[in-house]
């Protein structure tokens, strides 16, 4: 690990920048910015002993999704995905299972590209979401549900076929999936607001998520997708899966 010292006003890196590196403020203080309807926005402050920039070393071929500024002078600590992939190498075997999961959520929930928000909904512009079987599979499974805004996140995942819905899972949908491997996975997909766009994300489930024909997941680089106004058409897993659903924004 290295040290990187930034003066008021320099930038440690900008958005749309190669992911190369996540820092540790030690000194100092570092502001988040992005750009919206061609303006520069603070979305964030970073005070001494925060992280931030830590998709680096979760996924090393990522871009920067905003910007990080030196609000005055400031010390930090780097930290490159080699020096930290060493580092959880030391971390006993059994366990690693369970960081590699927490790594794939980081992923999922960092990793997303800018929407265009002339395709999405805004938050402001729909009362509620329903949520539906669009499937033959799906349809002896659940009948559809209204999901208010203020419920959001709405979390979407599996369970073995014959099995149990596991409640450490906290879904608010739950379903019965063909297994070996596990066709939906337990923490499979989200919607959510970001940015008060109305999104479905992929929250690093195995096959992918398909929305309104765009796929989003695992080395897809993207975890995120606009959802509109009115209808839209959510496959858990590739084209070919039979766990279909209609995202409704009305």
Avoid: W
């Amino acid at each position: 690990m290295g040290e990187k010292k930034s003066e008021a006003g320099e930038f440690v890196y900008r958005e749309g920048d190669s992911a190369d590196a996540a820092y540790i403020l030690v000194s100092g203080k570092i502001e988040l910015l992005e750009i919206h309807d061609g303006r520069t926005v603070q979305t964030g402050v970073i005070e001494p002993g925060k992280a931030f920039g830590e998709l680096a070393v979760f996924d090393p071929s990522s871009l920067r999704q905003q910007s990080a500024r030196a609000a005055e002078a400031s010390v930090l600590t780097t930290v490159t995905p080699d020096e930290f992939q060493a580092q959880a190498a030391q971390i006993p075997k059994a366990i690693q299972p369970i960081l590699q999961l927490a790594f794939d959520r980081i992923k999922a929930t960092k990793s997303k590209t800018k929407l265009a928000m002339t395709d999405a909904v805004l938050e402001s512009d729909i009362s509620k979401i329903i949520v539906e079987p669009a499937s033959e599979k799906l349809k002896s499974q659940f009948k559809p549900m209204e999901v208010p805004i203020s419920r959001l996140p709405f979390r979407i995942g599996g369970y073995p076929e014959n099995g149990e819905v596991s409640r450490r899972d906290q879904l608010h949908l739950s379903i019965a999936s063909q297994e070996s491997p596990l066709r939906v996975s337990r923490q499979h997909c989200e919607i959510a607001i970001d940015n008060k766009a109305i999104v479905l994300n992929d929250l690093g489930s195995r096959f992918c998520t398909q929305v309104n024909g765009m796929t989003i997941g695992r080395g897809r680089g993207t975890y995120a997708a606009p959802l509109k106004k009115g209808a839209n058409e959510v496959t858990l897993g590739s084209s070919d899966s039979p766990y279909k659903i209609t995202v409704t924004c009305s």
